[in-house]
Protein backbone atom coordinates (compact mmCIF):
# COMPACT_ATOMS: atom_id res chain seq x y z
CA UNK A 1 0.00 0.00 0.00
CA UNK A 2 1.59 3.49 -0.77
CA UNK A 3 1.29 6.18 1.59
CA UNK A 4 1.38 9.42 1.29
CA UNK A 5 2.88 12.46 3.93
CA UNK A 6 0.42 14.75 4.64
CA UNK A 7 1.81 18.30 3.36
CA UNK A 8 0.40 21.64 4.67
CA UNK A 9 -0.94 24.03 2.10
CA UNK A 10 1.67 27.30 2.93
CA UNK A 11 0.37 29.35 5.82
CA UNK A 12 -0.22 32.44 3.80
CA UNK A 13 -2.83 30.17 1.46
CA UNK A 14 -4.48 29.07 4.35
CA UNK A 15 -4.91 32.60 5.57
CA UNK A 16 -6.22 33.77 2.52
CA UNK A 17 -8.54 30.44 2.30
CA UNK A 18 -9.82 31.20 5.87
CA UNK A 19 -9.83 35.13 5.44
CA UNK A 20 -12.38 34.61 2.29
CA UNK A 21 -14.34 31.94 3.80
CA UNK A 22 -15.21 34.06 6.93
CA UNK A 23 -16.12 37.62 4.82
CA UNK A 24 -18.25 35.22 2.75
CA UNK A 25 -20.02 33.51 5.42
CA UNK A 26 -20.11 36.96 8.02
CA UNK A 27 -21.64 38.51 4.82
CA UNK A 28 -24.49 36.11 4.40
CA UNK A 29 -24.99 36.14 8.15
CA UNK A 30 -25.55 39.75 8.06
CA UNK A 31 -28.05 39.90 5.35
CA UNK A 32 -30.15 36.57 6.92
CA UNK A 33 -30.28 38.12 10.10
CA UNK A 34 -31.68 41.63 8.92
CA UNK A 35 -35.64 40.32 8.83
CA UNK A 36 -34.52 39.52 12.85
CA UNK A 37 -33.08 43.03 13.49
CA UNK A 38 -30.28 41.45 14.85
CA UNK A 39 -26.32 41.31 14.33
CA UNK A 40 -23.96 37.99 14.05
CA UNK A 41 -22.50 38.81 17.35
CA UNK A 42 -25.99 39.06 18.92
CA UNK A 43 -26.50 35.65 16.71
CA UNK A 44 -24.10 33.52 18.27
CA UNK A 45 -24.87 35.15 22.15
CA UNK A 46 -28.56 34.09 21.45
CA UNK A 47 -27.54 30.84 20.07
CA UNK A 48 -25.14 30.34 23.66
CA UNK A 49 -28.43 31.55 25.67
CA UNK A 50 -30.58 28.94 23.51
CA UNK A 51 -28.16 26.05 24.03
CA UNK A 52 -27.83 26.67 27.93
CA UNK A 53 -31.31 27.72 28.79
CA UNK A 54 -30.52 30.25 31.20
CA UNK A 55 -26.90 31.16 31.55
CA UNK A 56 -24.85 34.46 33.38
CA UNK A 57 -23.33 36.84 31.88
CA UNK A 58 -20.32 36.17 32.78
CA UNK A 59 -20.71 32.56 31.43
CA UNK A 60 -21.55 33.66 27.96
CA UNK A 61 -18.38 36.05 28.32
CA UNK A 62 -16.25 32.77 28.73
CA UNK A 63 -17.99 30.81 26.48
CA UNK A 64 -18.09 33.07 23.39
CA UNK A 65 -14.25 34.64 24.67
CA UNK A 66 -15.49 37.88 24.42
CA UNK A 67 -14.79 40.48 27.18
CA UNK A 68 -17.47 41.08 29.58
CA UNK A 69 -18.33 44.91 28.37
CA UNK A 70 -19.12 43.53 24.91
CA UNK A 71 -21.63 40.82 26.23
CA UNK A 72 -23.07 43.47 28.29
CA UNK A 73 -24.12 46.04 25.41
CA UNK A 74 -24.87 42.93 23.30
CA UNK A 75 -27.43 41.93 26.11
CA UNK A 76 -29.03 45.72 26.98
CA UNK A 77 -29.76 45.67 23.14
CA UNK A 78 -30.63 42.02 22.89
CA UNK A 79 -32.99 43.42 26.29
CA UNK A 80 -34.34 46.55 24.48
CA UNK A 81 -35.79 44.04 21.44
CA UNK A 82 -37.28 41.10 23.75
CA UNK A 83 -35.20 39.09 22.51
CA UNK A 84 -34.16 38.06 25.75
CA UNK A 85 -35.10 38.67 29.33
CA UNK A 86 -32.59 39.24 32.81
CA UNK A 87 -33.81 37.78 35.64
CA UNK A 88 -32.09 39.06 39.12
CA UNK A 89 -31.41 36.06 41.64
CA UNK A 90 -33.21 36.31 44.57
CA UNK A 91 -30.61 35.67 47.01
CA UNK A 92 -28.26 37.92 45.60
CA UNK A 93 -29.50 40.70 43.55
CA UNK A 94 -26.08 41.35 41.95
CA UNK A 95 -26.51 38.06 39.66
CA UNK A 96 -28.78 38.05 36.83
CA UNK A 97 -29.01 34.96 34.75
CA UNK A 98 -30.35 35.72 30.78
CA UNK A 99 -32.88 33.69 28.89
CA UNK A 100 -35.06 33.62 25.34
CA UNK A 101 -38.17 35.53 25.23
CA UNK A 102 -40.69 33.35 23.28
CA UNK A 103 -40.12 36.13 20.57
CA UNK A 104 -35.91 35.11 20.76
CA UNK A 105 -37.00 31.03 20.98
CA UNK A 106 -39.29 31.93 17.44
CA UNK A 107 -36.13 33.91 15.79
CA UNK A 108 -34.04 30.70 16.57
CA UNK A 109 -36.31 28.14 14.94
CA UNK A 110 -37.64 30.39 12.19
CA UNK A 111 -33.26 32.00 11.43
CA UNK A 112 -32.28 28.18 12.31
CA UNK A 113 -34.65 26.62 9.66
CA UNK A 114 -33.85 29.42 6.93
CA UNK A 115 -29.94 29.73 7.16
CA UNK A 116 -29.63 25.49 7.19
CA UNK A 117 -31.48 25.49 4.31
CA UNK A 118 -29.45 27.71 2.56
CA UNK A 119 -26.02 26.19 3.74
CA UNK A 120 -27.49 23.07 2.40
CA UNK A 121 -27.83 24.34 -0.87
CA UNK A 122 -24.69 26.07 -0.92
CA UNK A 123 -22.88 23.32 0.61
CA UNK A 124 -24.53 20.87 -2.68
CA UNK A 125 -22.20 18.76 -4.51
CA UNK A 126 -19.47 18.63 -1.39
CA UNK A 127 -19.36 14.56 0.31
CA UNK A 128 -21.52 14.65 3.23
CA UNK A 129 -18.13 12.59 4.67
CA UNK A 130 -15.89 15.13 3.69
CA UNK A 131 -18.35 17.69 5.51
CA UNK A 132 -18.50 15.30 8.41
CA UNK A 133 -14.26 15.44 7.77
CA UNK A 134 -14.13 19.45 8.04
CA UNK A 135 -16.77 19.88 10.98
CA UNK A 136 -14.47 16.98 13.07
CA UNK A 137 -11.45 18.88 12.14
CA UNK A 138 -13.27 22.50 12.94
CA UNK A 139 -14.19 21.12 16.39
CA UNK A 140 -10.72 20.10 17.23
CA UNK A 141 -9.39 22.96 16.23
CA UNK A 142 -11.90 24.74 18.10
CA UNK A 143 -11.09 22.60 21.29
CA UNK A 144 -7.24 23.14 21.32
CA UNK A 145 -7.89 26.79 20.59
CA UNK A 146 -10.29 26.76 23.93
CA UNK A 147 -7.81 24.37 26.22
CA UNK A 148 -4.79 27.11 25.04
CA UNK A 149 -6.80 30.11 25.96
CA UNK A 150 -8.11 28.62 29.49
Known sequence: ??????????TYQIGLMKSQI?????????KALVPYNITPPEWMLIGSIYENGQILPTE???????KP????????????????????????GRYARVSLTLKGKQIVA???????????AFLHGIK???????????????????????
Open 22 to 30: YRSMNGYLT
Open 128 to 150: PADLKVYNRVLMAIFTKISNVAA
Open 69 to 92: PVVTSSLKSLQDKKIIHKERSTRD
Open 110 to 120: EAEAVMQQDLK
Open 1 to 10: MLRTTYKPAP
Open 60 to 66: LSQNLGV
